[in-house]
C-alpha cells in the first residue's frame, strides 16, 4: 500500500512538473509562439530583401550587356578616353574663393 502511495505521488509530481515547464518553463508555449512570430516577421523581411536583390541583380546583368553603360560609366568614372580624343578637366571656383 505504501509503495502505490508513492508511485502515485512520483506520476503526480511528474506531471505537475511537466506541465510547469510547458506553461513557464523555458520552452513554454509563450515562447513558442513569441518565437512563431519572430519568425514570421523574418521571413517577410527575408522575401523583401530577396526581391530587392533581384532587382539589383538584373540591373547589373543588363548593364553589364549595355555597350553604351559601359562606355559611359568608363568615361565619366573611370576617366577613359579614346586615342584620338583630347581629355578636358575644368577647375572648379568655389563663389566665396578669389578669383587668380
Excluded: C, W
Excluded at 46 to 70: F, M, P, R, V
Aim: hydrophobic content about 40%; aromatic content about 8%.
Amino acid at each position: 500500500m505504501l509503495l502505490v502511495k508513492l508511485l502515485n505521488l512520483l506520476v503526480f509530481s511528474l506531471i505537475i512538473g511537466g506541465l510547469y515547464n510547458l506553461f513557464f518553463g523555458i520552452d513554454s508555449t509563450r515562447t513558442f509562439l513569441e518565437l512563431q512570430n519572430e519568425n514570421q516577421e523574418l521571413q517577410l523581411k527575408n522575401k523583401t530583401l530577396a526581391k530587392e536583390n533581384n532587382l539589383l541583380e538584373t540591373g547589373i546583368k543588363s548593364k553589364q550587356k549595355n555597350d553604351a553603360h559601359a562606355e559611359k560609366f568608363a568615361r565619366e568614372e573611370l576617366n577613359l578616353i579614346y586615342e584620338d580624343e583630347h581629355f578636358l578637366k575644368f577647375k572648379e571656383n568655389k563663389p566665396n574663393e578669389p578669383q587668380r
